[in-house]
Structure formats: C-alpha cells, structure tokens
C-alpha cells in the first residue's frame, strides 16, 4: 500500500514527564513532531485523523469504529511524574491495553514516555523507539536518519505538524510547549529521574525554534511555553572542566528570534531551572534572566527542582542542588524578577518538592517546613510550591510514605506558608486579566490564564464556558483565589457575587438584585448602617 493511501488514527495520550508537558491546556512537541513525520513520509493529511483521549472518552463506540476501519493507529502518551489536571486526564495504562485488546485489523504503534518504562505491551504490533517521528518515518519510508542531521528533520516536521493544532478541540486556547533541548546534561543523574532513561539527546538551534514558532503562528497560534528542557539556563552551554557554563548570548538569540518569528505572540513563559546553575556562575546567569524577565510576558514561574531540603535525601538520589543554594537562587531571582506588570510579578520560583525518595525519613517533611518557613519569614516570594510522590521507574525502590501524616504535613504548608504567600503574590485587589473559564463546580466557575502554573481562579456564579474575563482578587485559598469580574456593576452582579463581600448576606444580596440599584447612593441606601463603605468604595462600578 501507497503511503498516501493509508488511513490513520493519532491518539493523542497526552504526555507529562519532567521535560515536557502535553495535557490540554498545552500541546506536547512529540506530537507536533509526529504528525509532521506522517506528513514527511507522505501521508496524506485527508486520511489522518487526530484525536485526544479525552473526545475517545467522551464517544468510544464511534471512535473505537472508526480505529477498526483505519490501517494504523498510533497512541502516544506517558507520564512520568504525577500531577492534578483541569484541562485534560492523560490515557490510563488500562486504557491502553484495552485499545491493544479490543483493535483487530489496524496495525497499533505504542509511542511516547510509557516506551521507556515498558519494552512489550500485549496487543500492539511495535513499540516505537524514545523518539516516535523518527522512527516512525524510518518504518514509513526505509530511511535511516542519523543522530548527527536528526534536528534537521525536527525542524520540517515541527513545521508541518504545526498545522495538527488547529485540530485540537481547545485551539485557538492552546500552550505549544518548545523543545530547546532533550535529555539532562548532567554528567550523573537523579536516581529517581525518567530523563536518565533517554539514550537520544540533542540540542536545537535557535533558528529551528524560530521556524517552528513562525509556522506556529502562521496558524493563529500566540501561546509558548520553552517548557520542553530539563534546565533552560544550560540552553547552549559552554562545557568547562566537566561543568556547563551557561551562555547568554546563545538565549539572546533565541529569544529574539522567536519575537521575530511571531511578534503578535500573547504568552511566552518557561519552565525547569536549576538553581544549581544560577548559583554556580551567578554573573552570567543574571544577565540571563534579565533576558528572560525583558523577553517574556509577566506571570511566569521558574520552576526550582530542590526535591528535599533533607542533606541525607539529596546526597542518596544525587540531586545537583542543596537548601543553601537554592535559597540564594530564590533571592537573586526575586531581586530580577520580583518587578510587577499589569498586576503580575514578572518572573518568580517555585519549589518542587517530591516524597517518598530513598533515604526520606519523618525528619524530611520538618526540614522541608522549615526551608519553605524561612522563605517566608525572609520576605521572599514564590510562585508556587509543588508536593508530589514520586513515580517510581525502572528499579528505583523508593520509600514508603505514612498517607495520614503526608496529608498532614501538606495541610500545615497549605496554612502556615501557601496562604500568606498568595496574599502577598496575589494581593486582594489585584487586577488579573485573560482569564480563560473552563470548569463549573457547584455554584462557581473556575478558570486560569493561558501560562506555566496558571493560579487556579474561583469566580462566584455559573459564568459562560471558554470565555476570557478580567477579574479582581478578593479572596485567597491555600492554592487558589477567589475573584470577580471587573469592573463591577453591581446592576448586573449575581447573588453569588455579591454575597462574596464581607458584610453583604444573603438578605442585602437579594435586595440589591431585586432592587438593582443604578448609582453609588442607590447602592448605600440598601446597604446602610452596617456596610464598611470606605473599604470597599472603589470595588463598585457604575456604568
């Protein structure tokens, strides 16, 4: 059979490892990649259809028919680190060996992070090598494509696979995650780390980023994330004496590139640092994130993968950061990135934390506590703080964790730090715009801005889905806020809505909806005496 001629079901599985996320909002490269690879090998796009899990979930009869009537099925998908998504519930191992069980006649292609983990799978007919669109587009067309020209092809088929977004049923609302690098650079890995599983690893050259975003944008995509890198400062690196000297000239390029390629872009954030390298050439890794503070838009979080401020825990998993180090890194860039835009720091770290590593004891979650508390006291910010158990691969053991006291220990950071630190990240008043609403639950809505880490908003009132708003905070949950639409009127506010300020119950708030007062006297006649106008005064807007 003609390659034009075969018909072609991409499951998109979703992936999220410590390098790359691709659960909706964002949209992983490999994926990209692979259908570009399709197209390459010359297949036709007419007879290639792209789904995500979440449409296979929603009509499986339909979509399980329409597989069995395809020559090939392709499933990408993996995750290597645990995670809670809003946007999207990555393909399950179970749903995976159902589709190998229940599909006869197509050939199936198992690909992405699960082939890293597991060699076999029973009922597909090949498990694709770490890299998919390479192999893949060797099967297809009988080339070989050395590792030495491998970014090359990259670049055609991130260019062509640009196109596969438009298919998404969240485009145009989409986060295209960047690949800059693959693989850690680090001579000696994390022992618990899936990136030590990879055996290809190459750089890509600030031009091809640029190309790909350009072909990115040509089809009304504005939303990048270089998220798809183990440490993004070690982009371009100089190799000195067996250590990586980052390069900020080479991230200038990159980063100038890529306003050249897409000048409309919206959002342009990043994801993994190492605080190890701020720390270690602090000069040149200044400069570089002033570059990155100039270049992209305010919102942004560095992600800092401390792990455990527990000595004995790094030193048995071979984390290349310690608690001193990265306090000095949550210092040099608060002092860089601190700096507000449209109500947003600009550039700000957060702290991975994972539980459940070799050497971990009940001493480990006091001194994690205690790092994070010194964090605080210091008048220091951070973005967010990530709680995670760690996902055992390969043969790492792992230590187990005490469920009941690891639900406490996360209450009491919940409490003591993530609250006080919203408040002063997210002050009440702040003014939050592109709010894109994507849940209801109960009687709010919630919603997030387009970005890494996006603070999860609860707006009062059933609001319209996939819509965005600007909001202004007026509340703060221990990982959330709580906001209303701004400006507002209080004519055309909701009970719920109104029932969110301090001294309006349930009994003003009807009033003022029956009533539905059209100036600030209306509005203090119904509210008066007990209502503390002074401080709420500039909350209310009247058309």
């Known amino acids: 059979m003609k390659n034009s001629e075969i018909k072609t079901v991409l499951l998109d599985g979703y992936l999220d490892e410590p390098s790359c996320l691709g659960v909706p ?31 296979l979930r929603e009509d499986k009869k339909m979509y399980l028919e329409k597989m069995e009537a395809s020559n090939m099925v392709i499933v990408l998908g993996g995750t290597t680190v645990p995670g809670n998504y ?53 099967i297809l067309t009988g080339k070989n494509i050395s590792l030495q020209n491998l970014t090359e092809y990259l670049t055609k088929w991130a260019t062509k696979g640009a196109h596969l977004t438009v298919n998404h049923p969240s485009f ?29 690893t190459y750089q890509r050259k600030p031009e091809e980023i640029a190309k790909e975003i350009s072909a990115l944008a040509d089809r009304g995509n504005h939303h990048y994330r270089l998220g798809c890198q183990t440490d993004l400062m070690l982009y371009g690196a100089h190799r000195m004496d067996k250590k990586l000297k980052p390069n ?74 310690d608690p001193q180090k990265t306090l000095r890194a949550v210092k040099i860039l608060n002092k860089i990135g601190k700096k507000r835009t449209r109500g947003l720091p600009h550039l700000l770290p957060g702290i991975n934390f994972l539980h459940g590593l070799d050497g971990e004891t009940s001493k480990t979650k006091e001194l994690n506590f ?55 990240v997210f002050p009440r008043g702040t003014i939050l715009e592109n709010i894109l609403t994507e849940k209801h639950k109960g009687k709010l809505t919630f919603g997030r801005q387009l970005g890494t880490y996006p603070i999860l908003v609860g707006i009062p009132g059933k609001l319209a889905l996939n819509q965005f708003l600007t909001v202004r905070v007026i509340d703060h949950g221990y990982r959330s806020l709580t906001a209303l639409p701004w400006p507002f009127n209080p004519h055309r506010a909701s009970i719920e809505q109104l029932t969110t300020f301090p001294g309006i119950g349930q009994n003003k708030a009807g009033e003022i909806f029956v009533k539905q007062p059209d100036n600030i006297d209306q509005l203090k006649e119904i509210l008066a005496p007990d209502f503390p106008f002074e401080k709420w005064a500039d909350w209310f807007q009247f058309d």
């Open 25 to 55: 909002p964002y949209i992983s490269p490999h994926i990209r990649y692979l259908y570009g690879a399709l197209l390459e090998a010359g297949l036709d796009k007419r007879k290639i259809t792209y789904i995500t899990v979440d449409q």
């Open 86 to 138: 809003l946007g999207g519930q990555p393909i399950s191992l179970a749903e995976i060996k159902e589709l190998g069980q229940k599909l006869e006649y197509p050939r199936k292609y198992l690909a992405g992070p699960i082939t890293l983990v597991y060699s076999k799978m029973d009922g597909y007919d090949h498990l694709c090598e770490e890299l998919a669109a390479r192999d893949l587009y060797q």
């Open 172 to 200: 145009p609302n989409l986060i295209c995650e960047i690949e800059t690098f693959r693989g850690c650079p680090r001579g000696t890995h994390c022992s618990f780390c899936s990136e030590q599983l990879k055996k290809i």
């Open 248 to 321: 900020p000239d080479y991230i200038d390029r990159l980063y100038k590139g890529i306003h050249r390629a897409d000048p409309r872009l919206k959002v342009l954030h990043l994801d993994n640092i190492n605080p190890s390298s701020i720390v270690r050439y602090q000069k040149q890794a200044e400069e570089i994130l002033h570059i990155i503070v100039n270049n992209n838009t305010p919102g942004d979080t560095a992600a800092f993968g401390l792990e455990s401020a527990d000595p004995a825990v790094l030193k048995k998993n071979n984390i290349d950061t």
């Open 370 to 424: 205690q790092f994070l508390k010194n964090i605080l006291d210091s008048g220091l910010l951070l973005r967010r703080i990530n709680i995670r158990q760690v996902v055992k691969t390969g043969d790492y053991s792992g230590t187990e964790i005490d469920k009941f006291s690891f639900r406490k220990y996360k209450k009491k950071i919940n409490r003591e730090i993530n609250l006080p630190l919203l408040k002063k």
